[in-house]
């Protein structure tokens, strides 16, 4: 199960937010990716990549255009906390 975290749904609120100041249609299609691929990680929580500053195989990113959606794997409860950035990735 994929579990937001409070400070994660506010960070995607405030991404969609400000993408739609340009285009609304980008910040549904930005934000839909990124609700889908955070859907993901219950069949294949792995999937994401070691986040390299904190090198913990239990702290994984995914990538999704220039958000790093950050989050935690519990294995032994099969629950995931999820973080989402808004920083842009250099």
Not at 23 to 32: D, E, I, N, R
Not at 62 to 85: A, G, N, Q
Request: glycine letters at 2%; aromatic letters at 12%.
């Amino acid at each position: 199960m994929v579990k937001w975290s409070k400070p994660a749904k506010l960070d995607l609120k405030q991404i969609h937010d400000y993408i739609a100041r340009d285009s609304k249609f980008y910040a549904q299609k930005v934000s839909t990716e990124i609700v889908e691929k955070s859907e993901k990680l219950n069949s294949f929580p792995e999937i994401g990549r070691i986040v390299p500053e904190i090198a913990n195989p239990k702290i994984r990113e995914l990538l999704i255009y220039s958000y790093r959606l950050i989050y935690e794997v519990f294995p032994i409860r099969l629950k995931f906390s999820l973080w989402c950035t808004a920083s842009a990735i250099s």
